[in-house]
């Protein structure tokens, strides 16, 4: 072994030495041994790994990049068998809300909405009828509004206390003249669905307490919470509504 | 993958996956997509992991697949050349002091592509020539070669810069001659 083909396989020996008991490497160490030339080239090229080695790993991560991670893999998460059966009872529960829901969408579509109000009911028209898929999905509001955050969306800085008792389906995030709109969608116990929306849209700024709006089935409850505007929507009345706030 | 060890298993790898993204990728945007994505991957499919030895290399060579698939659409690899470097590109060891973790991100990612992820892997330390072979499904005499090659191409872009920042480096050989 001449010092080219010694130095071609020690590029591949590690500068912190595992592999020093490595046969692959034995004869190219041992002529590192015999040639003193080869040798300080090695203990140079040795000490120019390390020294790569340690500025890469010194390479700054992202801060929020784990956060990231471990909400998005804990959304994404498998669903067991058991909770498998719970998500077709909850698809088959959007399917016969699609099939009433989507007769009564289309007739009495609401005009008294602002614009990103009427694209949030529409948005959700969509998920519920299959046309569009959630950005995320869990069983746990807790989940869904942790993974809004993180990915820089708005949503409710605390869930209204009966909402947060309630299973979540998934959230769908969407843009409105430059403004980002998140939707919860929840399960309600009597087995329809209830929407959580919320955006920073300007000039929506609501004063009070929630104003409620009905528009044929739909009935929906707006009001703002610091620099957010929050609204509640369902298929029913505002009494129904009302129990959620 | 139960929670505490999926968290465990993010704890340990999200940096050196983050870094060698990096390394591959054109913006820390995404790198930081990629490294995601590799776990949103692993929740989902890493059940079918069955030797939970192997998980670090599942997740390197899957963030290094999920690159080719992004970069397959927009420009088709350069059939390169796989020559073993010359004597004298081998030689010349650069002073590595003199530059800090931003200029040796920039350098490695301007070593040309085949060579650049076996020598981000060397470099994350952990990984031998055995694993970068696995991890990029190539054979471990084609390791050494790009290895060899990537680090003459590294060794060169550490001399142009010590030359442009205007010989104000003292090099290692100079060192090691006055202190005899």
């Not at chain 1, 009966?162 to 403004?179: D, E």
């Amino acid at each position: 072994m001449d010092n080219r083909e010694a130095k071609f396989i020690l590029s591949a020996y590690r500068s912190a030495g595992q592999d020093a008991s490595d046969s692959h490497f034995a004869e190219a160490l041992e002529q590192v041994r015999r040639d003193p030339m080869l040798e300080q080239w090695f203990r140079e090229s040795v000490a120019f790994d390390a020294g790569v080695a340690e500025k890469f790993g010194a390479v700054e991560v992202p801060s929020d990049l784990r956060e990231k991670i471990l909400v998005g893999a804990k959304i994404s998460r498998p669903v067991h068998w058991s909770k498998r059966f719970g998500s077709w009872a909850i698809a088959a529960a959007i399917i016969l809300i699609a099939g009433v829901g989507s007769l009564i969408w289309h007739t009495t579509r609401p005009a008294r909405l602002a614009g990103w109000q009427m694209q949030a009911l529409n948005v959700i028209s969509s998920l519920v009828k299959n046309e569009s898929t959630f950005d995320a999905q869990s069983q746990s509001p807790r989940d869904l509004v942790e993974w809004l955050r993180a990915n820089k969306v708005p949503t409710a800085e605390k869930l209204p206390d009966h909402l947060n008792q309630l299973a979540s389906v998934g959230c769908k995030t969407f843009s409105w003249n430059g403004a980002q709109v998140s939707v919860i969608c929840f399960m309600r116990p009597d087995g329809g669905l209830i929407h959580l929306v919320a955006t920073k849209v300007a000039g929506e700024k609501r004063k009070g307490g929630a104003q409620f709006v009905q528009q044929g089935e739909w009935t929906t409850a707006t009001w703002s919470e610091g620099d957010k505007v929050l609204m509640l929507a369902l298929e029913g009345s505002a009494d129904q509504l009302r129990r959620y706030l | 993958m139960r929670g505490p060890d999926f968290q465990q298993l993010v704890d340990r790898q999200y940096a050196p996956l983050f870094r060698f993204a990096l390394s591959l990728s054109k913006s820390e945007a995404e790198a930081a997509d990629l490294t995601q994505q590799t776990f949103f991957l692993w929740a989902s499919k890493g059940h079918q992991v069955r030797d939970r030895s192997k998980a670090k290399s599942w997740l390197f060579t899957t963030l290094y697949r999920e690159f080719l698939g992004r970069r397959r659409h927009e420009v088709r690899f350069q059939q390169i050349e796989l020559d073993e470097a010359r004597e004298e590109e081998m030689s010349i060891v650069p002073n590595i002091n003199a530059f800090d973790s931003a200029m040796v991100l920039q350098a490695l990612r301007e070593v040309e592509d085949p060579f650049r992820a076996p020598l981000t892997l060397f470099y994350l330390e952990q990984f031998s020539y055995q694993e970068i072979a696995d991890v990029l499904a190539i054979p471990i005499g084609t390791v050494m070669s790009r290895l060899s090659r990537g680090k003459a191409m590294l060794r060169q872009r550490f001399l142009l810069r010590e030359r442009t920042l205007g010989n104000k480096i003292v090099p290692l050989q100079s060192e090691r001659t006055k202190h005899g």
